[in-house]
């Protein structure tokens, strides 16, 4: 081959790899971005979908838990007696002590609203003595009275001989308070 069919072979390669060239930076360039931009756009975007899975998960089981506690809530209300029901744990408090044979001292009550709900909570002080087997039977029979009361406060007040002992107990006692809708707390 002669040099001059050379040099034009070189400079026919020359220009194709210089338009081979022109046509990646021009086309096969940006297209190479955009699939790079996309993947990551898509990997984005895949994060996003199990950031909202897992908010959509959470507002379940909080909608759940709402739903539950609403459900409590109505089966406490309904379980609870109004204030007339008060006399039959007033009587559940002098029956359980002489069935127990324990000694009680002065009783009183104290009525409170509860504060945002439409319950009144009465406050129960109860000194009673006997042997130690008698005052947690007492106790227990409180605990598991039908009526909603709870053992709030025990106090060993004094030993006696014979193993007996004084106790200061406080229950609280809740009623539905009067004309305060439906008591559900709407």
Known sequence: ???RRRRQAWIAVGALAALNAVVFFVYTLPRRM???????????LRSEVESERSTVARLRRRTDALQANAADAGR?????GSRSSLLSV?????????ELRLKVSQRSYE??????????RYTITMPVSGTYRQLTAFLDRMERSPHFMTVDQV????RGTGGEAE????????VRAEGKGDGHGR
Not at 34 to 44: G, I, N, P, T
Not at 155 to 158: E, F, H, T
Request: aromatic share 6%; no cysteine.
């Open 155 to 158: 106090n060993l007040r004094k």
């Open 167 to 174: 106790l200061d107990v406080v229950l609280s006692a809740y």
């Open 34 to 44: 955009e699939e790079r931009s996309l993947a990551e756009r898509v990997a984005s």
């Open 111 to 120: 009525p409170e609203p509860v504060r945002g709900l439409p319950l009144t």
């Open 1 to 3: 081959m002669n040099p």
């Open 90 to 98: 007033l009587e559940e408090l002098q029956r359980v002590p002489r």
């Open 76 to 80: 406490f209300y309904g379980g609870l």
